[in-house]
């Protein structure tokens, strides 16, 4: 959710805006945080058929950190480990669901 379209859901429903709840964009974040968001979705990905997503190749993680010009490496790395542990946990959630579905099917 953008806070353009929290703050139209609060105005619509006539609630006063919560800061706490206000979703960051992008630009709110540090810039070596930016940059790993944006260098994660350039690195590949490594998946197998019957295990689903294993996480990203970082082989060319210090390549992009030089060009990028990344400050803060462990910032930078923070970010994309968290990223990418987030895509795995989802890619394990949906794996588990398939097969449920196919337990139950057969």
Do not use: W
């Amino acid at each position: 959710m953008t806070k353009e379209r929290y703050f139209e859901i609060c105005s619509q429903m006539g609630e006063e805006p919560n800061p706490d709840r206000v979703p960051p964009d992008v630009e709110d974040f540090p810039l070596d945080v930016q940059r790993a968001l944006i260098l994660f979705n350039k690195l590949g990905d490594r998946v197998l058929p019957d295990i689903g997503y294993l996480g990203k190749d970082y082989s060319q993680v210090p390549t992009l950190m030089e060009v990028y010009e990344v400050e803060d490496k462990k910032l930078f790395l923070e970010a994309l480990l968290r990223l990418d542990a987030r895509l795995i946990e989802k890619s394990q959630a949906e794996m588990k669901a398939a097969r449920e579905r196919l337990k139950k099917s057969g």
